[in-house]
């Protein structure tokens, strides 16, 4: 997956933000998140069995992976986070992996995509101004010891309780989004598009896992 991020993220960030106006993409972002959250929430009334490995990785999946990867290295370079959630929901749903497995998993590619977009951004955009390294560098120290400690929660915590708060959290993504960000004709359409396609999407990863068992 990280191999597709580095023209994934160069991509989201180059050519697709400047066409994009940031409402549309942060509403488009919430109702991605918000439409894993119900096809996890049916995942675990189901009481699927779960995988602490990917059953069997062969071409098919590494050039899965790879896509994955492009498509979620376009989110990062359009939100600036992303790719984690996109990359977990494709090992939750698709690949079956149990959640504590993905969690973990989830930051270490969080941590490359955010190095690669920091390359990008300093090294070939240029756009790595003072304002935003003044950010950066205050955001370093809740990050470096954010992620793992939270990675380490994680493994101390049963499963079923690692879900319901990754689902809490994305209820609170949704409420703050819906309350902050100005709900225009474009902007609601733009959520409710973006609702179906990644619900869709989800739900289609869901029946084809189904499918494979």
Not at 59 to 86: A, C, H, N, Q
Not at 136 to 141: C, E, I, Q, R, Y
Not at 166 to 176: C, N, P, V
Request: aromatic share 10%; hydrophobic share 55%.
């Amino acid at each position: 997956m990280s191999l597709g991020v580095i023209p994934g993220i160069f991509m989201g960030t180059a050519f697709l933000a400047p066409l994009l106006p940031p409402e549309v993409i942060k509403i488009s972002f919430t109702m991605m998140v918000s439409s894993f959250a119900l096809i996890l929430i049916h995942l675990n009334l189901t009481k699927t069995e779960r995988n602490l490995t990917i059953e069997h990785w062969g071409k098919r999946e590494k050039i899965l992976s790879l896509v994955v990867g492009l498509m979620g290295g376009m989110i990062s370079g359009l939100v600036g986070s992303g790719m984690d959630v996109f990359a977990y929901s494709v090992m939750v749903l698709l690949f079956g992996l149990c959640e504590k497995v993905s969690t973990p998993t989830s930051v270490i590619l969080m941590a490359i995509n955010a190095i690669t977009g920091f390359l990008i951004h300093n090294f070939i955009l240029g756009d790595f101004v003072t304002p935003v390294s003044n950010y950066w560098l205050a955001a370093v120290p809740v990050v470096v010891v954010g992620a793992p400690t939270g990675a380490i929660l994680c493994s101390l915590m049963k499963r079923q309780m690692v879900v319901w708060i990754l689902i809490s959290l994305i209820g609170i993504e949704l409420l703050t989004s819906l309350l902050l960000i100005p709900l225009t004709t474009s902007v609601v359409s733009a959520g409710l598009f973006a609702l179906i396609l990644f619900t869709s999407f989800y739900y289609l990863m869901y029946r084809t896992k189904l499918r494979r068992a």
